[in-house]
């Protein structure tokens, strides 16, 4: 257990739709990451916050948004959903944000399916 | 464009051998590379990073090299063991207006055989 935890687990939604992911760090990590992994693909980094403010910012779409609350939790939200949004959603935490070595601890991931 | 490659989508080997999984990459200002391992069902989790300063970092069973020449870097597992079974990630961050973009590869699928 890494101490990061992902809600829902499994997601099942239409095309069209917008659903919101939620993600709690682990006690005392500033920085949480999110990541997308489709079928076959590695991880692709979508977009990273340190202490609720945005650091970093990787492929994410103009319809994918993420906030890190006051309390540390983040949410990532996903609208207009597309078939190719079917994907695992995964949420990493680390104690800082400034350092290429930071080890992230991982959730165990939402699985989005899109129909 | 993937910066970071690892062409070996899966790999056997027999328990007790070494594990040789290989990385390549493409972008020269990358200045860590990291190795993460998933279980199925299971979210990535850190197993050892080497600083492009160095040429090789080792923990226990597993020894990181970086051929910065080559663009490379390989992870050794000696011995391999049955429960080293799951997907490999190698990563590597570059760092971007004051913090760092990680950049996964597509993972190599370790299979230790008893």
């Known amino acids: 257990d890494s101490g990061v935890t992902q809600t829902p687990k499994h997601l099942i939604t239409a095309t069209g739709q917008r659903v919101t992911l939620r993600c709690s760090p682990r006690s005392g990590d500033l920085s949480v990451y999110w990541y997308q992994q489709s079928l076959d693909q590695g991880l692709q980094f979508l977009i990273q916050y340190y202490n609720g403010e945005e650091r970093a910012k990787g492929n994410i779409l103009e319809r994918f948004s993420a906030q890190q609350f006051p309390d540390l939790h983040s949410e990532l939200n996903l609208s207009s959903l597309e078939l190719g949004d079917s994907a695992l959603y995964f949420c990493?935490?680390?104690?800082?944000?400034?350092?290429?070595?930071?080890?992230?601890?991982f959730g165990p991931g939402t699985r989005l399916t899109v129909l | 464009d993937q910066q970071v490659k690892q062409n070996s989508p899966s790999l056997s080997v027999q328990e007790g051998r070494i594990s040789i999984l290989n990385c390549d990459y493409t972008?020269?200002?990358?200045?860590?590379f990291l190795w993460y391992k998933k279980y199925p069902a299971e979210g990535p989790t850190f197993l050892i990073s080497?600083?492009?300063?160095?040429d090789k970092n080792e923990d226990g069973r597993f020894t990181v090299f970086l051929n910065k020449s080559a663009k490379h870097l390989s992870l050794h597992i000696v011995p391999s063991q049955p429960g080293d079974s799951a997907v490999y990630f190698c990563?590597?961050?570059?760092?971007?207006?004051?913090?760092?973009?990680?950049?996964f590869g597509t993972g190599t699928r370790l299979k230790v055989l008893a």
């Open positions: 972008n020269s200002m990358f200045d860590y």
């Open positions: 080497i600083s492009s300063i160095k």
């Open positions: 990493a935490s680390s104690v800082g944000g400034t350092s290429g070595d930071n080890e992230q601890f």
């Open positions: 990563a590597a961050s570059a760092p971007r207006s004051g913090t760092y973009k990680y950049i």
